[in-house]
Nanobody
Framework: QLVESGGGLMQAGGSLRLSCAAS????????MAWFRQAPGKEREFVAA????????YYADSVKGRFTISRDNGKNTVYLQMNSLKPEDTAAYYC?????????????????WGQGTLVTVSS
C-alpha cells in the first residue's frame, strides 16, 4: 500500500514536499514515481527514481523545480516541489514500478496510492 501526504494550498512561488510511505511490503527494489492529474486532464508523468536512487528523470514541465528522492530504510519516496506555479495544481499520485528502473508510462507501474491534492494559487 502506498499513502501520499503533504499536499495542500500554496501560493505561486512557494514550496511543498510530498511524501509517499509504503506499507505491507518493501519497494526498495522497485523504481518509484510521481504522476499528477489536473482537473479535466489525463494523468501525466512527473518524476521517477530508480531503485538505488542512482537515476532520476523528470517531465520537462517540472525539470529544475522538482526533486524526487527516496529513503529505502524508511520505505518512503519524496517529491520536493519548488517555485510552484498555478499549472502545477493537480492530484499527485505515487506509484511503484514493476522493475528496478521503471519508465514514464502508467503501464510500467503496478501499485498506486490514492493521491494527494496540491493547489497553487496565483
Amino acid at each position: 500500500q502506498l499513502v501520499e501526504s503533504g499536499g495542500g494550498l500554496m501560493q505561486a512561488g512557494g514550496s511543498l514536499r510530498l511524501s509517499c510511505a509504503a506499507s505491507g511490503r518493501t519497494f526498495s527494489n522497485n523504481a518509484m514515481a510521481w504522476f499528477r492529474q489536473a482537473p479535466g486532464k489525463e494523468r501525466e508523468f512527473v518524476a521517477a527514481i530508480s531503485w538505488s536512487a542512482g537515476t532520476t528523470y523528470y517531465a520537462d514541465s517540472v525539470k529544475g523545480r522538482f526533486t524526487i528522492s527516496r529513503d529505502n530504510g524508511k520505505n518512503t519516496v519524496y517529491l520536493q516541489m519548488n517555485s510552484l506555479k498555478p499549472e502545477d495544481t493537480a492530484a499527485y499520485y505515487c506509484a511503484a514500478a514493476r522493475t528496478p528502473y521503471g519508465g514514464r508510462g502508467e503501464r510500467d507501474f503496478g501499485s498506486w496510492g490514492q493521491g494527494t491534492l496540491v493547489t497553487v494559487s496565483s
